[in-house]
Protein backbone atom coordinates (compact mmCIF):
# COMPACT_ATOMS: atom_id res chain seq x y z
CA UNK A 1 0.00 0.00 0.00
CA UNK A 2 1.35 3.54 -1.12
CA UNK A 3 0.05 6.85 -0.15
CA UNK A 4 -2.45 7.00 -2.88
CA UNK A 5 -3.94 3.45 -1.54
CA UNK A 6 -4.28 4.81 1.90
CA UNK A 7 -6.13 8.17 0.69
CA UNK A 8 -8.52 6.02 -1.47
CA UNK A 9 -9.05 4.26 2.16
CA UNK A 10 -9.59 7.23 4.16
CA UNK A 11 -12.11 8.89 2.03
CA UNK A 12 -13.68 5.83 1.79
CA UNK A 13 -13.91 5.01 5.46
CA UNK A 14 -15.42 8.24 6.53
CA UNK A 15 -18.07 7.67 4.15
CA UNK A 16 -18.40 4.80 1.04
CA UNK A 17 -20.78 6.60 -0.86
CA UNK A 18 -17.92 9.22 -2.12
CA UNK A 19 -18.12 8.75 -5.88
CA UNK A 20 -14.32 7.33 -7.13
CA UNK A 21 -14.33 10.16 -10.06
CA UNK A 22 -14.64 12.27 -6.69
CA UNK A 23 -11.84 11.05 -5.22
CA UNK A 24 -9.93 10.49 -8.34
CA UNK A 25 -10.46 14.16 -8.86
CA UNK A 26 -8.98 14.99 -5.58
CA UNK A 27 -5.98 12.84 -5.54
CA UNK A 28 -5.41 13.70 -9.30
CA UNK A 29 -5.26 10.55 -10.90
CA UNK A 30 -8.00 8.74 -12.80
CA UNK A 31 -11.38 7.56 -12.00
CA UNK A 32 -9.61 4.00 -13.37
CA UNK A 33 -6.82 4.39 -11.63
CA UNK A 34 -8.91 4.51 -8.10
CA UNK A 35 -11.16 1.41 -9.65
CA UNK A 36 -7.97 -0.92 -10.04
CA UNK A 37 -6.46 0.11 -6.77
CA UNK A 38 -9.91 -0.21 -4.82
CA UNK A 39 -10.46 -3.57 -6.62
CA UNK A 40 -6.79 -4.84 -5.23
CA UNK A 41 -7.27 -3.74 -2.04
CA UNK A 42 -10.84 -5.88 -1.74
CA UNK A 43 -8.26 -8.79 -3.77
CA UNK A 44 -5.81 -8.42 -0.69
CA UNK A 45 -8.51 -8.63 1.49
CA UNK A 46 -7.97 -5.11 3.15
CA UNK A 47 -11.57 -3.94 2.29
CA UNK A 48 -13.99 -6.22 3.22
CA UNK A 49 -17.13 -4.43 2.59
CA UNK A 50 -19.02 -1.40 2.61
CA UNK A 51 -22.26 -0.51 4.60
CA UNK A 52 -25.08 1.61 5.74
CA UNK A 53 -24.43 3.03 9.26
CA UNK A 54 -27.75 3.28 11.27
CA UNK A 55 -28.30 5.07 14.28
CA UNK A 56 -29.46 3.42 16.97
CA UNK A 57 -31.90 6.27 18.54
CA UNK A 58 -33.77 6.98 14.70
CA UNK A 59 -34.72 2.92 15.01
CA UNK A 60 -36.00 3.13 18.35
CA UNK A 61 -32.98 1.98 20.97
CA UNK A 62 -32.81 4.58 24.17
CA UNK A 63 -30.14 2.43 25.66
CA UNK A 64 -27.58 -0.16 24.79
CA UNK A 65 -26.36 -2.80 27.72
CA UNK A 66 -23.35 -4.47 28.17
CA UNK A 67 -22.75 -7.32 30.90
CA UNK A 68 -19.81 -9.58 31.98
CA UNK A 69 -21.11 -12.89 32.19
CA UNK A 70 -18.75 -15.37 34.36
CA UNK A 71 -18.89 -18.89 33.59
CA UNK A 72 -19.46 -22.02 36.04
CA UNK A 73 -15.88 -23.92 36.21
CA UNK A 74 -14.94 -26.47 33.37
CA UNK A 75 -17.63 -25.12 31.22
CA UNK A 76 -16.56 -24.80 26.81
CA UNK A 77 -16.15 -21.12 26.18
CA UNK A 78 -17.09 -22.00 22.81
CA UNK A 79 -20.30 -23.53 23.76
CA UNK A 80 -21.63 -20.59 25.86
CA UNK A 81 -20.39 -18.44 23.00
CA UNK A 82 -22.66 -19.99 20.53
CA UNK A 83 -25.20 -19.53 22.81
CA UNK A 84 -25.32 -16.13 23.90
CA UNK A 85 -24.86 -15.03 20.08
CA UNK A 86 -28.12 -17.05 19.86
CA UNK A 87 -29.85 -14.34 21.70
CA UNK A 88 -31.34 -11.69 19.41
CA UNK A 89 -30.78 -8.31 21.09
CA UNK A 90 -27.26 -9.64 21.59
CA UNK A 91 -25.04 -7.85 19.37
CA UNK A 92 -21.32 -8.51 20.72
CA UNK A 93 -20.24 -11.70 22.69
CA UNK A 94 -16.08 -10.90 23.30
CA UNK A 95 -14.19 -13.74 25.27
CA UNK A 96 -12.66 -11.82 28.49
CA UNK A 97 -9.73 -12.37 30.79
CA UNK A 98 -9.92 -11.53 34.42
CA UNK A 99 -12.94 -12.12 36.84
CA UNK A 100 -15.39 -12.50 34.24
CA UNK A 101 -15.05 -15.12 30.80
CA UNK A 102 -17.39 -12.46 28.04
CA UNK A 103 -17.73 -9.08 27.91
CA UNK A 104 -21.40 -9.13 25.58
CA UNK A 105 -23.65 -5.97 24.20
CA UNK A 106 -26.84 -5.34 22.81
CA UNK A 107 -28.94 -2.95 22.22
CA UNK A 108 -32.72 -2.79 24.20
CA UNK A 109 -35.64 -0.24 23.20
CA UNK A 110 -36.17 0.60 27.16
CA UNK A 111 -35.34 -1.11 30.39
CA UNK A 112 -38.29 -3.78 30.32
CA UNK A 113 -36.21 -5.52 27.43
CA UNK A 114 -32.88 -5.36 29.64
CA UNK A 115 -35.39 -7.85 32.38
CA UNK A 116 -35.94 -10.07 29.16
CA UNK A 117 -32.17 -10.30 28.06
CA UNK A 118 -31.19 -10.85 31.39
CA UNK A 119 -33.95 -13.91 31.92
CA UNK A 120 -32.96 -15.05 28.25
CA UNK A 121 -29.33 -15.38 29.05
CA UNK A 122 -29.61 -16.74 32.71
CA UNK A 123 -31.85 -19.57 30.65
CA UNK A 124 -28.05 -20.89 30.27
CA UNK A 125 -27.42 -23.01 32.49
CA UNK A 126 -23.51 -22.49 32.46
CA UNK A 127 -23.61 -19.35 33.18
CA UNK A 128 -23.01 -18.26 36.98
CA UNK A 129 -23.26 -14.60 36.96
CA UNK A 130 -23.77 -11.38 34.82
CA UNK A 131 -22.97 -7.97 35.82
CA UNK A 132 -24.90 -5.13 33.84
CA UNK A 133 -23.60 -1.94 32.57
CA UNK A 134 -26.34 0.22 30.86
CA UNK A 135 -25.09 3.22 28.55
CA UNK A 136 -28.26 5.50 28.02
CA UNK A 137 -29.78 8.03 26.27
CA UNK A 138 -26.82 8.31 23.69
CA UNK A 139 -26.67 7.44 19.89
CA UNK A 140 -24.89 4.65 18.51
CA UNK A 141 -23.94 3.14 15.36
CA UNK A 142 -25.81 -0.29 14.52
CA UNK A 143 -23.73 -3.43 14.08
CA UNK A 144 -24.23 -4.41 10.78
CA UNK A 145 -24.16 -8.14 12.37
CA UNK A 146 -27.60 -7.43 13.89
CA UNK A 147 -30.70 -9.00 11.73
CA UNK A 148 -33.25 -6.49 10.33
CA UNK A 149 -35.89 -8.28 11.87
CA UNK A 150 -34.69 -7.19 15.09
CA UNK A 151 -34.37 -3.16 14.51
CA UNK A 152 -37.36 -3.18 12.35
CA UNK A 153 -39.91 -5.05 13.69
Known sequence: MDQIDLEILNVLYKDARVPLKKIAADLGVSRETVLRRFKKLQEKGVVLGSTVILSS?????????????????????????????????????????????????????????????????????????????????????IPYQLPLPIICP
Do not use: C
Not at 57 to 74: H, P, R, W
Not at 75 to 84: A, E
Not at 101 to 127: A, C, K, P, T
Open 57 to 141: KALGFKEQVGFFVKTKSGTSISTIQNKLVSIPQITLVVPALGAYDFYVEGFLRDLEEMHDLIENIRRIEEIATIAPIVYSQQDWA
